[in-house]
């Protein structure tokens, strides 16, 4: 378990100085708290074991949140990248009205959320992971606090639960309709056999309907060379504009060089979003894909290099977000009161590393995502910069 906080100070209504720029989290006509000094955090969270009563020191002028991520076990990077991003948001903000905990849920998501709770915590952000969601949620639920989680499984959304992650089915919202409007119509979906490709599937139909498109061939594969190479047969000889790969980078690699045969457009999910490495890949080159906007999280990125010495997960810049979020709406959030929920409803969203978000249209985050082209180094569709 790490804490993250300075003393207590009010908040005022200033401007935050974030890489130098005016990166604002707030309702877009509104802007954020000013300096208060820096943040003491020395070293990347620690592992706590569940207890059953408070450790954290007393502490009645701030307000407690816990941050659950993965900081032991395969996804030890990632987590442990999230948390790390979230100190750099109290420094950033210089926010001194929270203290941000940060708790292992590798142990145990539930026995993390128990402990969190037992010391004091009335937000949870993260976990991470869909299953850890699950368990954290009824814990989180009894006590009444809420959850702002890091998952993309729409599945996991809950009276108590808001999503952070992205959405598959934003992704391919916004690079179906960019495609239709450069004159492409006729459109092929490649699967893989898991929930992400059924997600997606269902997804790509519905946007492409709902867009005046065609869906000509809808395949799923195994990830096998003999079911791969089938899939993308019956996929080239349907003569499709479009293809959506609804595969990370690294599996859209295995199979691009035969979908260029079929001679439609490549395009891909938020995933790829994620790997840097595809901008170099040839077979790539030229694909459509939809994500966030890349040109905070590089300043990002240069900041955590600085400070832990290493580069920074892709995901990172929700921990980042997530802290941003909580810093603007805890200047409507009274000294010993629940967490204002009304407020995440803000209809003129939010801004943060990875662009406008909001979540009016229920518990997912809706994101102002940008059209990015494989191989190029400004999007081809820049993101809406507010709602």
Not at 27 to 48: F, H, K, S
Not at 94 to 106: F, I, K, W
Not at 152 to 177: A, E, H, K, T
Not at 270 to 298: I, K, N
Request: net charge positive.
């Amino acid at each position: 378990m790490a804490e993250a906080g300075h003393r207590p100070q009010s908040l005022g209504i200033r401007r935050v100085a974030v890489f130098g720029l005016a990166l604002l989290l707030a309702a877009c006509t509104t802007t954020a708290p000013g300096p208060r000094g820096p943040a003491v955090v020395a070293q990347p969270p620690t592992v706590a074991k569940p207890t059953t009563t408070s450790s954290l020191p007393e502490d009645k002028l701030r307000h407690r949140v816990a941050l659950l991520v993965p900081l032991t076990g395969p996804n030890a990077g990632v987590g442990s990248s999230i948390a790390n991003a979230a100190v750099l948001a109290l420094s950033d903000t210089h926010d001194n009205a929270l203290r941000v905990t940060t708790y292992d849920t590798s142990p145990g998501a539930a026995a993390a959320a128990q402990k969190a709770i037992a010391d004091g915590n009335r937000l949870i952000l993260g976990p991470l992971l869909a299953e850890d969601v699950r368990a954290v949620a009824p814990v989180a639920a009894t006590a009444g606090v809420p959850v702002l989680a890091f998952s993309n499984d729409v599945n996991v959304v809950g009276d108590n639960v808001w999503l952070l992650g992205f959405q598959p089915g934003q992704s391919i919202d916004r690079v179906v309709r960019f495609a239709k409007s450069k004159g492409l119509t006729r459109f092929a979906g490649l699967v893989p056999q898991n929930v992400y490709g059924r997600n997606a599937a269902t997804n790509l139909l519905r946007v492409v309907e709902a867009a005046h498109g065609t869906v000509v061939t809808m395949q799923t594969y195994d990830r096998t060379p003999k079911g791969l190479s089938a899939a993308v047969s019956t996929v080239s000889r349907a003569h499709p504009d479009a293809v959506l790969i609804a595969d990370s980078g690294r599996g859209a690699v295995m199979i691009a060089d035969q979908l260029k045969q079929s001679g439609g457009k490549l395009l891909g999910t938020e995933l790829w979003g994620a790997e840097a490495g595809l901008r170099a890949v040839p077979s790539l080159q030229g694909a459509w894909y939809a994500s966030a906007d890349d040109a905070l999280f590089g300043q990002l990125t240069t900041r955590y290099r600085a400070r832990y010495g290493k580069t920074p997960y892709r995901l990172s810049s929700l921990g980042y977000d997530a802290v941003l979020l909580t810093v603007r709406i805890a200047r409507d959030w009274p000294d010993a009161a629940a967490f204002p929920v009304d407020r995440l409803s803000d209809e003129s969203g939010f801004v943060g590393i990875d662009g406008a978000f909001r979540f009016s249209g229920g518990h997912l985050a809706e994101r102002a995502l940008a059209v990015h082209q494989v191989g190029t180094a400004e999007a081809v569709s820049p993101a809406p910069k507010s709602f």
